[in-house]
């Protein structure tokens, strides 16, 4: 049974850092491309960051310079460091991990940016 369970969200003010974690089970881990997503309240799942079996990582704008995400085969483990926290980044962050055909998703973990 693949499980893909993601944790490290909370509460946190503007300018703020949290790291993301997901742990992954049931994958050869090593093969697999890494992603995390986001859903903020009202609006669809976004791509955040991913990162490839070969390490290339891919970030979507607004996220660039303050988000990095990396992974450790050896613990199957995909995080996600996030500086400079802003009200706009609150949103559910799903962790994701796809080798085609077969894509997974976490449960989510939830953040919110707020003083």
């Known amino acids: 049974q693949v499980q893909l369970v993601e944790s490290g969200g909370a509460l946190v003010q503007p300018g703020g850092s949290l790291r993301l974690s997901c742990v992954a089970s049931?994958?050869?881990?090593?093969?697999?491309?890494m992603g995390w997503y986001r859903q903020a309240p009202g609006k669809q799942r976004v791509l955040v960051a991913t990162i490839t079996s070969d390490d290339s990582t891919n970030y979507t704008d607004s996220v660039k310079g303050r988000f990095t995400i990396s992974r450790d085969n050896a613990k199957r483990m995909v995080y996600l460091q996030m500086n400079s926290l802003n009200p706009e980044d609150t949103a559910i962050y799903y962790c994701?991990?796809?080798?085609?055909?077969?894509?997974?998703w976490g449960q989510g973990t939830q953040v919110t940016v707020s003083s």
């Open positions: 994701n991990g796809n080798r085609w055909p077969r894509n997974y």
């Open positions: 049931g994958i050869i881990f090593r093969l697999y491309n």
